[in-house]
Each structure stands twice: as C-alpha cells, then as structure tokens.
C-alpha cells in the first residue's frame, strides 16, 4: 500500500494540515493546535522529553490522515514512549481522518508502518483515554488495556440555566448555592467576568498559580515551564474562543480565577485558584463553577465538563462519570521491570491517598474549600 508515516517536528502543530485534520477528527480539546504548540514548546523541553510526531499519510503528497502526539523521555535510565500528558493533557486521542480510516480494508499494514516509525524504547504509555478512543489506540499501537482507578466527570446542559439547575442540581444543594449566589452578588462590584486581553490574561493567571501556592503538593502549576505552557494557551486562544479565564470579583478586587479550554460544544475546566483565607465566606469555588456554566449555557454549550478526578464535589453539579484507560506495553526486561515499580508505587500512592484522604487531582481543588 501507498500510505505513508513520517516524522514531523512541533512546528507541525502550527500547519493548515493539522488544523483541518483536527476539525475532521473526533480528537478533544487536548489535541488542539493551539493546546500542542504549546505543550511542545514549553512543557515537552523542561522534562527532558523529545517530540514523536507520527504524520501518515495516504501517499506521500496528500494531506495527513493521521497524527500521533507521542513524546520520549528517559527516566532512571527507563525510554518511556508515551502521550502528550506530563500531567496536563486529560485525554489522550489519536487525530484520524474517521473517512479514511472507515474506508480501508486493511488495518493491520497501518499498524505495521506506524511500528516501523516509532523510536525504541523500554515501555510505551498512553494515557488517560476516553472509551470512544480506546478503539483507534489498539488499532494503531501495541499494548494491554486497563481501567484507571480514577474517572473524569462531565455535566450534559440545557438552556436556560435555570431550567438546567432544576434537571441537575439536587434541591438542598440547589437552594444552598441560590442563597450563595444572591448574598454575594447584592455586594458592590460582585461580578464574573471573562478575561480579555493578553496582558490581563497572563496577570490573571499568574495571579492563578499564586493562589494556590503550598495548597496542594506536587501542584502541576507550580513549576515555571507549566505557568508558561498554560499562560501561552490562555493568550492565543483567548479570540477564538478556545481558552476561557474567569475571574470572581467583588469590591473591584477579583478574589477568584479558573482556566478553561472548549472544544465542540464542551468546556473543559482546569484550573481553579481562589483567595479563601480572605473570602472563603462567599464560597467563591462554588460561585466560580456554576457562574461559568451559566455563561457557558449562554453561548449555546452542550456540556461542563470537570475532567479528571473523582471529588465528591462534582457529583452536585449533576455530573456523570466516564472511565478511563491506559495502554501500555513493556518491549524490554528493563521495560518490564520498570512497569512493575511503577504499578507497584501507584498502588502505594493509591492506599496513602485514601487513608490521609487527600483529593486525588493536585491540579483542581476539591469541596469547598470550593465552595
């Protein structure tokens, strides 16, 4: 067969090939040009982790049906090859043209040229991955499947939002966040606003990451490369509508920020940071999530989605979970080995989690604190 796999660069990102393979896709917000560049440029480099862009192609001049973010790093002397993550991207996806793929008869000669393109290493990784892409995973690389303890939680909306807070919210919590809702906003200056502009998107999200120092451990923000992977993806994605900064204010002081990514109708939160020590009172945790579903119900959005991370928190705003997976594979002894201790501290970190009961995503926030 004439079909083609090559290795591209991150600049392949920036390409009209890509975003027309996007759009074609059923790819999430975490495969989104914008969302790559980034992770690329700053996140992949301050890790030690080398880009393994997999393009295929129907014959070597057409437009790609095909992409694979990959990245590879060495870790204790271990080659991991895995998915675009590092602990930020929440959905792994591949970007496949579904037209052409749907349209071929021979799957297997696929997979035997994308094997022959991928750089060696000891354990391969793919991870999180929604059910609806479990399928095109095992189709392109090699590799168990395995349920993740941990799901992502989404909200499915209808307009007005009103009419959604009656279908999902549960009475007692319906009436509780109501009278939250009217004693803040009778203050002067009480408002939810979107960020708008560059400049006033990256002190909003700094101001983000400052307030939530020494809250969580091991918090993704925290280190340099990670503010300026989110600080880039907040700023050039702000006039497409691809990345959203709220902010609660009241008194002309915001007290409040969150960071979001949308994608196909479906708002993706991600970050939150708010001053509780000074207003933990307003529940501005709680204020923030169901003021960014009123204005994302507004614009015609189909659903909140929470992401990863099983806080009990998310089940009162009417949310319903999704599993997730990983796939992986051990190529070597050293690989194998190496994914033993590795399932064997995850276990451990697992049993630590659940008796000091900690939250289980440091990137989020969990209760209120949120509210």
Known sequence: MSFVVELASEAFFQS??????????????????????????????SRDAEAVVLVGRPRGDEPPCLVLPLIVRRLSGVIILESADLGVSDYAAPVVDLGWWNSLSDHGAIRERIASALPSYDILRVKPIREEHLA?????????????????????????????REQALTESFARYLSRKRKRFFKGQG??????EGEQAIAAAVDRLA??????????????????????????????TGYSRVYALEIGGEAIGYTFCVAHDGRLHYLLIGC????????????????????????????????????????????????????????KTLRGSLALAAMRWRERWRESASAVNQTPFANRQSSGEENG
């Open 210 to 239: 400052a307030l939530r120092e020494g809250r969580f451990e091991g918090d993704v923000i925290a280190a340099p490369a990670a503010l300026s992977f989110y600080r880039a993806v907040a700023q050039s994605g702000v006039q």
């Open 136 to 164: 095109l995973w095992q189709s392109f690389l090699p590799g168990s499947a395995r349920k993740l303890n941990f799901s992502a939680h989404a909200s499915d909306l209808v307009a007005p939002a009103e009419r959604w």
């Open 275 to 330: 001053d509780y020590q000074t207003h933990g009172r307003h529940s501005p945790g709680l204020l923030l999530y169901d003021g960014m579903i009123e204005d994302w119900i507004a614009t015609g959005g189909q659903s909140f989605d929470f992401t990863i991370g099983d806080e009990p928190f998310k089940a009162d705003f009417g949310t319903v979970p999704t599993g997730l997976h990983a796939l992986t594979q051990a």
């Open 16 to 45: 009209e090939d890509y975003a027309a393979l996007f759009e074609r896709s059923t790819a999430s917000a975490f495969q989104h040009p914008l969302w790559l560049q980034a992770f690329y440029r700053h996140l992949a480099p």
């Open 190 to 195: 009480a408002r939810l606003v979107a960020v």
